[in-house]
């Protein structure tokens, strides 16, 4: 990331080990040694509300209750669903959260295998497995579009701020688009327009930490 | 290690290939040069290039490997065939299977394995050159490669060997010096508490000689952890 500046000027890249001096409270990315704290992530730290951060730049997706994701499905069993949405665990989707009512050892007629979903996170537990939900205001099963997969840290980017950015990219190629928190996002419409739409997420992900992004895009979508 | 040679490896204090005794090879880091792994690194350390890729935390297979309350390291050696001057027989052979359960011992050290029950951490390394201190050069790469996948660990371990050739301790021996000198002591270190992690000795070294090596190695892989740095750094964009 040469040449431009960069957004990130103002915060501090620290990797793996690095001291951190602070008066604040440990948060996540961050371990404690000897009493004092150091960074365990490639990633960005932030001191905000008595708390140290590590924002980490790279990883899996962490599963957050709550959150709206994209999962697609990898795994049918007689009652459950196991379902792929980027983190290190697949998701269970249990046929009671379905909102479908599934005769038992007939899941794979309403999800089969590379099906996607639009669902949300409805419990995580502390030995990292996690369920999901499609019982939730707008969750549904996804037909037809084309669903790409982008660093789960760069989702806020995509979306811009207020969701300038996604509008703009919604405006401009005529798409459907739903982008799910764990970096895997859905586009539907013409081929050619989801290509398009497909290009400029793609080179935001790649351009994520570089300045002047919207207008980048902006340019990448008129031609 | 034959121990005793005629060779000259190094003469008035400068070696065959012009290095000081307490020189390091050239060497070049960068990170993420692979698309389907989770983190990647590629190094070239003299005529050394490895390549690694960190896949994971994932479902750790086979099952009965699992551990309840934290993760397992899987790290996986492999040496191309192309990669020494006869040919070497692909697959897995003795000299592999120490070296990958070495790397993944060490890693399991660093590593907070204890954030994902249940899961593994696969480590690929993959040799497609090799001139003496790969296993040194697999592990440095792989530390930046799991670095690269954002897996939280206290700190990243660099690895570097120091040997004896002629009579005189040396830092970072290649494939000559490895071949007919004395003896050959990988290392590697956590940068941030001086803790080793890894130590193996092939050949004959006096205690003082023990001692000498060892700050050798140890200053080396101090030399050895900027350029990982710098690596990382250059890579996410804090170096302008």
Redesign the interface.
């Known amino acids: ?2 040449g431009e500046s ?1 957004v ?1 000027s103002n915060r501090k ?1 620290v ?3 690095d001291l951190i001096e602070t008066k604040s409270k440990p948060g996540k ?1 961050i ?1 404690r ?1 000897e009493g004092r704290i ?1 960074s ?4 960005y730290s932030s001191d905000k509300s008595g708390y140290i951060n590590v924002n ?5 997706y962490n599963p957050k209750v709550g959150d709206k994701i994209i999962a697609v499905c990898a795994e049918t069993g007689p009652s459950i669903w196991r379902m792929n949405i980027g983190s ?3 998701s269970t989707l249990h046929h009671s959260e379905s909102g479908w009512k599934v005769p038992f050892g007939d899941t794979a007629r309403f999800l089969s295998i590379g099906d996607a979903i639009w669902a949300e996170v409805s419990m995580v537990d502390a ?2 497995s996690h369920q999901i939900s499609l019982k939730k205001d707008d969750c549904r099963k996804l037909y037809s579009g084309n669903i790409i997969k982008i660093n789960p840290t760069n989702v806020p980017r995509i979306i811009g701020k207020q969701g300038s950015m996604i509008s703009l990219i919604r405006d401009n190629t005529k798409t459907r688009i739903q982008i799910g928190q764990n970096g895997y996002i859905w586009i539907d419409g013409k081929g050619d327009d989801i290509a398009l739409a497909q290009e400029a997420m793609e080179t935001i992900d790649r351009e994520a ?1 570089s300045e002047g992004l919207t207008k980048k895009i902006e340019k990448l979508l008129e031609k | 290690m034959a121990g005793q040679t005629d060779m000259e490896l190094i003469k008035n204090g400068i070696r065959k290939d012009g290095r000081k005794p307490d020189e390091l090879r050239e060497i070049k880091i960068v990170a993420g040069v692979l698309d389907n792994a989770d983190g990647s690194c590629y190094l070239e350390w003299g005529n050394n290039k490895v390549y690694a890729g960190v896949f994971g935390p994932m479902e750790c297979h086979p099952r009965h490997k699992q551990k309840a309350d934290r993760a397992i390291v899987q790290a996986r050696y492999t040496m191309a065939p192309f990669s020494v001057n006869d040919r070497k027989r692909p697959g897995l052979d003795r000299r592999s299977t120490e070296i990958s359960y070495i790397v993944s011992q060490a890693f399991e050290k660093v590593v907070m394995v204890e954030d994902f029950p249940k899961a593994s951490i696969r480590v690929d390394m993959q040799v497609v050159e090799a001139h003496a201190g790969t296993r040194c050069a697999a592990l440095t790469a792989a530390s930046v490669a799991l670095a690269d996948a954002g897996i939280p660990m206290i700190d990243m371990i660099p690895s570097c060997a120091s040997g004896k050739i002629n009579d005189v301790v040396v830092l970072d021996l290649n494939k000559e010096e490895d071949n007919y000198g004395q003896a050959d002591l990988p290392l590697a270190i956590i940068p941030s508490t001086g803790e080793v992690v890894l130590l193996q000795l092939d050949g004959h070294l006096t205690p003082d000689e023990f001692e000498l090596a060892m700050d050798l190695a140890t200053s080396g892989c101090m030399d050895l952890y900027k350029k990982m740095r710098d690596a990382l750094e250059n890579s996410y964009g804090g170096k302008k």
């Open positions: 990331m040469s960069s990130t890249l990797l793996p080990g990315g371990f040694s150091h365990s992530v490639v990633g980490a730049i790279t990883g899996r290190s665990f697949n030995s990292g930490t």
